[in-house]
């Protein structure tokens, strides 16, 4: 899983870097849209299976975010960051994880989720009568 991590990284370091060297002449909208289709549509990809990863990856998945946050932005790099990801609208990587996580496994819950997805997740059916069944 490191070297996926890396590998994430790195190539989203390579279109940030491309993408703050236009920064000046594009809007903020343009911006948006090139960093939200190039880089963080890598990091989401699959973000699930990131669960379990150790805190120094995540860290770095941060990092990168936060710097993808400044260059929409047009930040300094000692501004704090949560006010801006709060402006973006954006959660922090441990959080996108687990809204991931969570959805889909609501999704294999209701039905929503490809069968062989709700498969893996069976209903829990208790042997016996549960004195919480009975209330509404």
Wanted: hydrophobic share 40%; net charge positive; proline share 4%.
């Amino acid at each position: 899983m490191d070297k996926q991590i890396s590998n994430i990284i790195n190539t989203a370091h390579m279109h940030l870097r491309n993408i703050g060297r236009l920064r000046n002449y594009l809007s903020a909208d343009a911006t948006s849209k090139l960093v939200l289709s190039l880089v963080m549509s890598r990091v989401d990809y699959c973000n699930s299976l990131l669960n379990n990863v150790n805190k120094d990856q995540l860290r770095r998945l941060q990092a990168l975010q936060n710097t993808a946050a400044r260059i929409i932005t047009k930040s300094k790099v000692f501004d704090h960051i949560t006010p801006i990801l709060n402006d973006l609208h954006w959660l922090p990587i441990t959080a996108r994880i687990d809204y991931k996580t969570i959805v889909m496994t609501y999704k294999c819950l209701n039905g929503m989720a490809p069968d062989y997805l709700a498969e893996l997740l069976p209903l829990y059916q208790p042997s016996r009568s549960l004195k919480s069944q009975t209330k509404c």
